[in-house]
């Protein structure tokens, strides 16, 4: 993760802006730079340690889910020992990442805690770069989830939270009720992994299925500016809807 090491190593002047470029200049220290001077500065020699578009991609993607997080987790009040627990397992199991990975998305966490900014000025500003991909929006609406149900439950001002997201992507209540159901009991969780009704047809299933693995295909998820960690989520989505249809296929005996 190259913006990682030019983050740590104090390379950058980073001139990310908005609200989460605030949580992580404060996390690590950095001061901000405006457009023209960070043009300039790209131009000459040892202006190398600004982020390329891509890394800043990368950069928005990672703060904006961990100072989600933060927020949803201080949603009702206070972080409990639970909460907590569930974002670190999310980071070691889920994003799988190292130690020098996880003290990055704690810092970031802990800044956007108490950061003035609300949840809905990081996902505006999240939602702008990544409007277009519709799959990265849905990675990031399940990171919340995930973490929002960890204890078995969704409490309102969490769902609250995740409902505010959901506006601002554009998400249908439908669509956002199939993510759920993932995690809380509401439909099948094998049809709404691949986006699908019960009542879908075997033939309106097998093509679901076909566009959902093109679109999460491993070299086409890589190919969209991710943090390499979110990448091994995003193949684990990949092996989920692989999963799904064949657990549909055997139920209904295709």
């Known amino acids: 993760m190259s913006w990682l090491g030019k983050m740590i190593g104090g390379t950058i002047g980073f001139a990310l802006g908005g609200p ?54 201080k949603a009702d009040g206070q972080i409990t020992e639970k909460e907590i627990q569930a974002v670190e397992t999310f980071m070691a199991r889920d994003l799988q990442l190292d130690p020098e990975g996880q003290e990055t998305a704690k810092r970031i966490f802990r800044q956007a805690i108490d950061s003035p900014e609300g949840f809905e000025a990081f996902a505006r500003q999240f939602y702008i770069v990544f409007r277009t991909q519709p799959n990265i929006i849905e990675l990031m609406v399940d990171v919340l989830l995930r973490v929002s149900t960890a204890d078995g439950h969704i409490s309102l001002e969490e769902e609250s939270m995740i409902l505010a997201a959901i506006g601002i992507f554009n998400v249908s209540d439908t669509d956002y009720t199939r993510m759920k159901s993932k995690y809380v009991r509401v439909t099948n969780k094998y049809y709404a992994v691949l986006k699908c009704d019960e009542s879908a047809s075997n033939e309106e299933i097998k093509k679901q299925y076909r566009s959902l693995v093109t679109e999460y295909h491993p070299d086409k998820i890589e190919a969209k500016g991710l943090p390499e960690e979110f990448i091994k989520f995003a193949n684990d989505k990949f092996r989920e809807i692989q999963e799904a249809y064949e657990h549909i296929k055997t139920e209904r005996g295709l």
């Open 20 to 73: 989460l470029g605030a949580v992580a200049g404060a996390a690590f220290g950095h001061t901000f730079v405006d457009k023209k001077e960070e043009t300039y500065l790209k131009s000459i020699p040892g202006g190398q340690g600004y982020l390329s578009s891509n890394e800043e991609a990368q950069l928005i993607f990672f703060t904006a889910a961990f100072s989600m997080l933060a927020k949803i987790c």
